[in-house]
């Protein structure tokens, strides 16, 4: 996803309409989410090429990801038992080691816990 960007934004202040058109395209196509996407490319209009293209995109993204950094899970008990809980995620981004730390969590809070997986 990254190279891909980079080939538009690489060297330059502000973007051309055109240019806005092919990364917004290319968001969506890396599964950025349509929010975010709208969010990047308002945040590029914004900078009007007071900062080089690339180095607005790269603060903006980390304003997104560290949006929910502190994220806490609270008390989860629910009156039906068992809980069942799907997650689902895109490659990389973390789906397992979550998984594994939250069975570890609430193991040790005595809980009984299963993890099945259900890969396609």
């Avoid at 960007?5 to 806005?20: M, N």
């Avoid at 996407?37 to 997104?64: C, F, Q, Y």
């Avoid at 039906?80 to 040790?108: C, Y």
């Amino acid at each position: 996803m990254f190279g891909r960007i980079t080939d538009i934004v690489a060297g330059k202040a502000s973007l051309s309409p055109l240019d806005l058109l092919q990364l917004e395209e290319r968001l969506l196509l890396a599964d950025v989410g349509v929010a975010a996407a709208e969010r990047l490319l308002s945040s590029l209009k914004r900078t009007d090429g007071k900062l080089p293209a690339i180095d607005t995109l790269k603060n903006e993204m980390r304003s997104i990801l560290s949006t929910n950094f502190d994220f806490r899970i609270s008390n989860f008990e629910f009156e039906t038992k068992p809980q069942v809980w799907l997650i689902a995620g895109v490659n990389g981004s973390g789906k397992t080691t979550t998984i594994g730390k939250l069975g570890h969590r609430f193991r040790d809070e005595g809980k009984k816990v299963m993890l099945a997986a259900a890969d396609t």
